[in-house]
């Protein structure tokens, strides 16, 4: 599932998408009706004592286009405030010590690299995270990835978040230990996810209204555009 993707959970929570224009189409091509009488008009041909009709005139109608213009941008990452790594590595500290600042965090690995995590990374501040296409952040399988719970704003952006897990029991319904396992969001502030991939993220199978083995998202804005989500599983909304 690629391109333009969102799905609203929680009634506080809207989903900022766009739709296509117009089509381009002229709705009314060509002349008018075949000539009759003495005189004769564009048109189909016409006949009559004082003539011959005109030949009808055609509009070839542009294409349409090629795609819905996105409803938010790249974020431009040319100054960072933040680089995870130390262009031969990187580790999990480095991340923490980059998401303490919040900010615009790149990395440099040296080349592409999975940085497996081992507890939720809570932002508290607001924070763009790019991983110009190299990086995977992952939980191992054992645990969330990202956990929003302010009014902070998070940017995923170029980067995939795989194999987060949580498995706690339903209790009261949807919450951080049973649903969200990639990203978990609960509060006013936006989520922004451009051109990323989640892959292989499970919530919990608990029970009804157990959400998003990728994201969920309660309150404020989600913005998810030129992503993809597979494989991901949970009791309701195994993506979003």
């Not at 952006?157 to 951080?176: E, F, K």
Request: aromatic share 4%.
């Amino acid at each position: 599932m690629r391109g333009l993707v969102g799905l609203v959970l929680g009634m506080a929570t809207a989903l900022v998408a766009t739709g296509c224009g117009d089509d381009g189409i002229d709705r009314n091509p060509g002349g008018g009706s075949g000539g009759t009488g003495a005189s004769s008009t564009g048109g189909t041909a016409g006949t009559s004592a004082g003539g011959t009709g005109g030949t009808g005139g055609s509009v070839t109608p542009p294409p349409p286009p090629d795609s819905c213009a996105p409803p938010i941008d790249e974020v431009d990452v040319s100054s960072p405030d933040a680089v995870v790594g130390t262009g031969a590595s990187c580790t999990e500290a480095e991340l923490d010590a980059a998401l303490s600042g919040g900010g615009i965090i790149v990395f440099d690995c040296g080349t592409s690299a999975t940085i497996v995590v081992t507890s939720p990374k809570v932002i508290t501040q607001t924070t763009v995270i790019y991983g110009g296409g190299e990086i995977t952040l992952s939980g191992g399988d054992a645990t969330r990835i990202f956990l929003i719970d302010s009014d902070a704003d998070l940017t995923v952006q170029n980067i995939t978040l795989a194999d987060a897990r949580v498995s706690g029991p339903r209790g009261d319904g949807p919450g951080p230990d049973n649903s969200g396992a990639a990203v978990y969001r609960h509060g006013s502030s936006a989520l922004h996810v451009i051109n990323s991939t989640f892959r292989d993220n499970h919530a919990s199978p608990a029970g009804a209204d157990i959400g998003g083995g990728a994201i969920y998202s309660y309150g404020g804005d989600t913005v998810i555009v030129g992503s993809t989500f597979d494989g991901n599983t949970a009791s309701g909304g195994g993506a979003i």
